[in-house]
């Protein structure tokens, strides 16, 4: 059956039981949100701790760029109390909740990025720390709308992950002031916000969604060989081959980095390994 078939014959069932589901969530005395990214979850889950219960709609291993929700998954989004957004910028949401708006008048859409001074048309936002606090300034004050009795558990979460966040963030300087080379050649274009943050040069492999043209990757290879770049950062989500290519052609390693990781702090700290072992 087609896709779209599909999707459309789900959002009619995703919201037929929302006033029965409604009352369950209530009775179990969490709030049922949902995300679209499993870093979102993250956060939602250090902050809501005991009070949440959240449905990631892309899950461990799939690209963000690229993926299409799956039923039961919609059908989890339609149970849910609200939708915390990535963002407007980001154009993969803005279809999907453009879809589902139009067949749910009650589910509540929070934009998690507000407040956040954009960087172009980058919808990352949640790989800088920066954005990530404003980020969890808006879950908490979400939060406490929804369930003011528990504002000390939601500030004392919250205030423990901007702890661990700034501890994060010092641990990256320190490295990233050793580095002689501040180059950062990724494959996908999503650390800028993360670059800014410490000076970094992020020089992405790909262009607008798209593997780079020969003619591409020869200009990349010869600004990375000028550059003197020994590490290329690839995600995961993504195919490695022209990432590989240059690396060979420049005698550089592969070091593999998560930009949807399920853990943020953990994630920190291993890309901030790899910096220090990048020989950049």
């Known amino acids: 059956m087609n896709r779209k078939i599909i999707f459309l ?12 589901e ?19 979850a993250d956060f939602v889950n250090r902050i809501g701790g005991k009070f949440v219960e959240v449905n990631t709609l892309v899950p461990p291993g799939a690209s963000h760029e690229s993926y299409e929700p799956e039923p039961l998954k919609l059908i989890e989004l339609g149970k849910s109390d609200a939708y915390l957004l990535t963002g407007s910028i980001w154009e993969f949401e803005n279809t999907l909740t453009g879809k589902i708006r139009s067949g749910n008048e009650k589910l509540t859409f929070i934009d998690l990025s507000k407040g956040i001074k954009l960087n172009g048309n980058n919808p990352h936002v949640w790989l800088g720390i920066k954005e990530v606090k404003i980020i969890s300034e808006n879950i908490y004050d979400y939060l406490i709308s ?8 939601f500030l004392s979460n919250k205030n423990k992950f901007i702890a661990q ?12 002031e050793q580095m002689d080379n501040k180059a950062m050649l990724v494959y996908h274009p999503a650390w800028g916000y993360f670059a800014d943050e410490y000076g970094l040069d992020e020089i992405a492999i790909e262009k607008n969604g798209n593997h780079p043209k020969a003619s591409d990757l020869a200009k990349l290879i010869d600004k990375a060989k000028a550059l003197k770049i020994k590490t290329i950062f690839m ?7 022209p990432a590989k290519t240059i690396a060979d052609e420049i005698g550089a390693k592969i070091e593999l980095i998560d930009p949807v990781p399920p853990d943020f702090i953990k994630n920190l700290y291993d890309i901030a390994e790899k910096l220090k072992r990048s020989g950049n």
């Open 146 to 153: 929804k369930m003011p009795e528990e504002k000390e558990y």
């Open 165 to 176: 966040l700034d501890s994060a963030d010092n641990y990256i300087k320190d490295i990233v």
């Open 22 to 40: 409604e009352k369950i969530a209530t009775n179990n005395n969490k709030l049922k949100v949902s995300v679209t990214l499993l870093p979102y």
């Open 235 to 241: 995600e995961k989500q993504f195919d490695s081959s």
């Open 9 to 20: 014959l789900v959002l009619g069932l995703i919201f037929s039981g929302c006033k029965k």
